[in-house]
C-alpha cells in the first residue's frame, strides 16, 4: 500500500483494506451474547439475592412472622440456581464449549425443575387465595403466594431466555470452530 501522503501501490485506490476491517458475524454475535447473557445472569443473581434474603429473614426470625413468611420447599433447591450462572460466567473468557453445555444442562436441573415444583407446590394455596380471598402467609402484606409466584413467572422467563440465549452462542462457537477446522 502506500503511506498518507506518498504514492499508492499501481492498480488501487486505496479502498481495499475494508473486507479485513470487517469483523466475522459469528464473532460480533458471540459478543452480543454474551452481554445479553450476563444481563440475564446479573438479574437472576438479584431473583437469588432476594430469595436468599426471605430465607434468612424468615428462619432467623429477623422480623415477625407476619412481615416474612417462612420459605416454601421449592425455594431451597432453587439455591442452587447459583452453579450454572457461575459455570456460564466461567465459560464466556477462553469461549469453554464444556462449561456453557454445563451450565445448560444444570439451568435445566438446578434453575428450571426447582420453579416447575414451586408452581405446583404453591397452587393450592393460589386457588385457595382466588376462591376464597384467604391467605395465611404474607410477605410485607402481601399474600406470600402471589408475591411467590410473580418470582417464579419472572425467573423462568429469565432462565428459558438465558437458555435461548447460550444455545445460539453455542451454535456461534461450533460454527466458529468448524471454519478454524476447515483451514
Do not use: C
Not at 403466594?145 to 419472572?154: A, E, G
Request: avoid cysteine; hydrophobic fraction near 45%.
Amino acid at each position: 500500500m502506500a503511506s498518507r501522503g506518498g504514492p499508492r501501490a499501481a492498480g488501487t485506490d486505496g479502498s481495499d483494506f475494508q473486507h479485513r476491517e470487517r469483523v466475522a458475524s459469528h464473532y460480533q454475535m458471540s459478543v452480543t451474547l454474551k452481554s445479553e447473557i450476563k444481563k440475564l445472569i446479573y438479574t437472576h443473581v438479584v431473583i437469588w439475592l432476594l430469595l436468599l434474603a426471605q430465607m434468612v429473614v424468615g428462619h432467623l426470625k429477623l422480623l415477625p412472622h407476619d412481615q416474612v413468611a417462612m420459605p416454601y420447599q421449592w425455594e431451597y433447591p432453587y439455591l442452587l440456581s447459583i452453579l450454572p450462572s457461575l459455570l456460564g460466567l466461567l465459560s464466556f473468557p477462553r469461549n469453554n464449549i464444556s462449561y456453557l453445555v454445563l451450565s445448560m444442562i444444570s439451568t435445566g436441573l438446578f434453575s428450571i425443575a426447582p420453579l416447575i415444583y414451586g408452581a405446583m407446590e404453591m397452587f393450592p394455596m393460589a386457588q385457595q387465595l382466588y376462591r376464597h380471598g384467604k391467605a395465611y402467609r404474607f410477605i410485607f402484606g402481601f399474600s406470600a403466594v402471589s408475591v411467590m409466584y410473580l418470582v417464579v413467572v419472572v425467573a423462568a422467563q429469565v432462565h428459558g431466555w438465558q437458555l435461548y440465549y447460550s444455545k445460539k452462542l453455542l451454535d456461534s462457537w461450533f460454527t466458529s470452530t468448524q471454519e478454524k477446522k476447515k483451514k
